[in-house]
C-alpha cells in the first residue's frame, strides 16, 4: 500500500518548505535596522524549530535518518535525539503515534 509513504513524503516535503521559509524570514528580520520587532528573528527561527518538533512527533517511526537530519540542521535542531532510532518506512503498518494507514 503506498499511500502511507506518499503521506510521509508529502508530509516531510511540507516541513522543508515551511522550515526554509521561516528561516529565511528570520534572517531577513535581523538584518533589518528598523525592525518595529526587534525579536521577530528569534520568534520566526522559534517556528521554524516548532514545525520541525511536530513534524518529528508526527512522523516517528516513520522518517528516515536522511530526512532527519536534514530537517534538523535547517531549523537548528541538530543537538536534539530522536524518540527511538529513524529507519526507513514500512508500507502498510502503523508505526509511531500517527497511523499512515488508516
Not at 41 to 58: I, K, S
Not at 71 to 94: D, F, H, I, K, Y
Request: charged letters at 25%; one cysteine or more; proline letters at 5%.
Amino acid at each position: 500500500m503506498a499511500q502511507p509513504l506518499c503521506f510521509y513524503r508529502d508530509l516531510t516535503d511540507i516541513a522543508e518548505k515551511r522550515i526554509s521559509e521561516l528561516i529565511l524570514q528570520a534572517g531577513t528580520a535581523e538584518r533589518r535596522d528598523d525592525a518595529l520587532f526587534p525579536e521577530a528573528g528569534g520568534y520566526y527561527r522559534a517556528c521554524a524549530l516548532t514545525v520541525f518538533l511536530a513534524w518529528n512527533d508526527v512522523t516517528e517511526g516513520w522518517q528516515t535518518r536522511q530526512d532527519r537530519d536534514r530537517l534538523a540542521a535547517l531549523a537548528g535542531a541538530e543537538g536534539l535525539s530522536p524518540a527511538r532510532p529513524a529507519q526507513a518506512p514500512s508500507t502498510g503498518m502503523s508505526r509511531g503515534r500517527a497511523r499512515l494507514d488508516a
